[in-house]
């Protein structure tokens, strides 16, 4: 009992911190599972026919692009691939769409990656 009244302030900074970090994370993946619920709904929507609801849902996971990392960006890329056929152009189709979208990201983001690698290797 001594103990617990000693260090009540450094336990329950502890505590507290533990219970944040919890928190944090458990947030980290309801935003990815979100996203992924929204991927596969517009997928879904678009493949049975309700081409305006799909639209709706592209557009809402453009606006989310720029937060994804390189890794969700590929996912979605494979994903996507599957559905489409990448070499007929269909900008109609919203999953056609954000499949070259993202192909076009994901070649920007490995352009600036690339010039970043070069100028770390570059020698002093």
């Not at 678009?46 to 809402?60: D, I, P, S, V």
């Not at 919203?94 to 770390?120: G, M």
Request: net charge positive.
């Amino acid at each position: 009992m001594a103990f617990l009244r000693r260090y009540i302030y450094l336990l329950s900074f502890l505590g507290v911190l533990v219970f944040s970090s919890i928190m944090v994370l458990r947030q980290i993946n309801l935003n990815r599972e979100q996203h992924v619920n929204l991927r596969e709904a517009m997928v879904m929507l678009q493949t049975r026919g309700y081409t305006n609801e799909a639209n709706h849902l592209y557009r809402k996971l453009l606006g989310n692009v720029f937060k994804l990392s390189n890794r969700q960006l590929m996912d979605d890329f494979q994903r996507t691939l599957i559905v489409i056929d990448p070499g007929v152009r269909n900008p109609d189709n919203p999953i056609w769409c954000y499949h070259w979208y993202i192909s076009n990201e994901l070649e920007k983001r490995s352009e600036s990656t690339l010039k970043q690698a070069l100028k770390l290797a570059e020698m002093p």
